[in-house]
């Protein structure tokens, strides 16, 4: 919220992802749902709007620390608590208690997967509303994850699914995913030190906006 993780610089927030999810965007749809499934006893699908109804509101200020190190900071997300929401689901679906790992999906397939403990931490929100206004579909309406402790690829936008799982999977972003991704320690990927990525992608930054920039101004 104050002061910029190592490595972080600050910019205005845009649309961004993975390169190749750049012309993935879809539609929302009219009566968005939430598919949950993996190491659960019932899985089930749920309508997005009755999962939420009735739970607290909650307001949060974060910054989103996108692994190549730009930082939009200050933004106000309101939403559910995503502990608020997962264990209503938990109430349905009842997980296996070994499940450690939460495998989320968007709309575009973008695929995202964070430890339990990760996703019920303090700081996470299933997000409808940004600055004061409903989030707009290129920052994940209907609903997005926001972790606000976990570089950027762990916050999902537009989230379609919920997986349980015994183990880590990578997702979308492969290798180039840290299990924990967490900016404190940065864990920007896997297998080189955090400094050492965040060169890399110092460098590929002008690369990956590209496609994004451009699908932007075609809208
Ligand atoms: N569905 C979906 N969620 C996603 C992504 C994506 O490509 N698709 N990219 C992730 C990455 S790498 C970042 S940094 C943020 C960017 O969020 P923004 O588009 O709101 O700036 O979304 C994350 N969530
Ligand atoms: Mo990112």
Known sequence: ????PPGQRAAELERFGLPEFARRFGAVPERPVLTVQGAVR????????ELVDGLQVHEQLSDLHCVTTWSALDL???????SDLA???????SPHPRAKWLVATGLDGFRACLSL??????????ATRLNGDPLP???????RLVSADQYGYKSVKQLVALEYRFTYERG????????RGRVAREE???FLPGPVWRRIWAAALPIARRPYRRKAGHD
Request: hydrophobic content about 45%; cysteine-free; overall charge neutral.
């Open 42 to 49: 019932y899985p089930a699908q749920f309508d997005l709007a």
């Open 172 to 179: 979308s972003a492969g290798f180039k995913e840290h299990p």
């Open 137 to 143: 579909p290129a920052h994940g309406a209907p609903v």
């Open 76 to 82: 106000r997300w309101s939403g559910v608590r995503f």
């Open 188 to 190: 920007r990927s896997r």
């Open 87 to 93: 264990a209503r689901i938990a109430e349905a679906v």
């Open 117 to 126: 403990d990760d996703a019920l931490a303090d700081g996470v929100l299933a």
């Open 1 to 4: 919220m104050s002061g910029l």
